[in-house]
């Protein structure tokens, strides 16, 4: 069994994707998403998936994604925004090194806009991703070993700074067995 070296949690728009492989390329590991291994395993993409087989199924499929990606991947792991609301998800994730990007909703919809293909976010998205993030920010901050606020960084500084909270050096040796968690405002 393996571990990720930097798993990244957050909202859209946070930075997962684009600081995942930011960082997974500084450490000298790969890379991995596991809503591109959604996508992968139902051949189509998500928005589709909750249009056609509803959210339920999406959900089911995002658990599986998740379990298998923290067995089986060493690098910098991305999951999906909503993953971190599954109870086994987030136990999988206990002593694991979680990094929270956390994005206030200004920035959020510079970097992605609102207008983009997020089926939970289709109506009202401004409305409705306020509404996520009050359920999700307690979950993402419960799993997290550190906190990372990306307003106002690029991704490079957003990698650094994960760098530094957790103490990881060249392929994401972590040399203080930290365990501790560093908020970064």
């Known amino acids: 069994m393996t571990a990720p070296v930097v798993v990244l949690v957050g909202p859209p728009g ?22 591109a291994d959604i996508v992968g395993t139902a051949g189509k993409p998500i928005a589709e998936i909750f249009i056609e087989d509803g959210e339920p199924h999406f959900r089911a499929l995002e658990r ?18 909503g993953a971190i609301m599954d109870d086994g998800t987030r136990k ?16 959020a919809v510079k ?16 409305k409705q ?13 419960e799993v997290a070993r550190a906190v990372i606020a990306t307003g106002d960084r690029t991704p490079q500084e957003v990698a650094d ?14 040399p203080a067995g ?6 970064q405002a």
């Not at 999988?92 to 920035?107: K, N, Q, S, T």
């Not at 991703?129 to 901050?141: A, D, G, V």
């Open 111 to 126: 970097r992605v806009g609102l207008d983009a293909p997020r089926p939970l976010l289709a109506v009202n998205p401004r």
């Open 161 to 174: 700074a994960i760098v530094h909270a957790l103490e990881l050096g060249p392929a994401g040796a972590d």
């Open 129 to 141: 991703w306020r509404e996520l993030m009050e359920r999700r920010r307690p979950l993402y901050t």
């Open 64 to 81: 599986e994604a998740v379990r298998t990606a923290l067995d089986a991947h060493a690098g910098v792991l991305s999951l999906g925004g």
């Open 14 to 35: 946070a930075g997962k994707s684009t600081v995942g492989e930011l960082l997974a390329g500084r450490l000298g590991v790969g890379y991995r998403d596991t809503d």
């Open 92 to 107: 999988l994730l206990i002593g694991l090194p979680v990094v929270f990007l956390d994005v206030e909703l200004a920035d």
């Open 178 to 183: 930290r365990t501790g968690r560093e908020e």
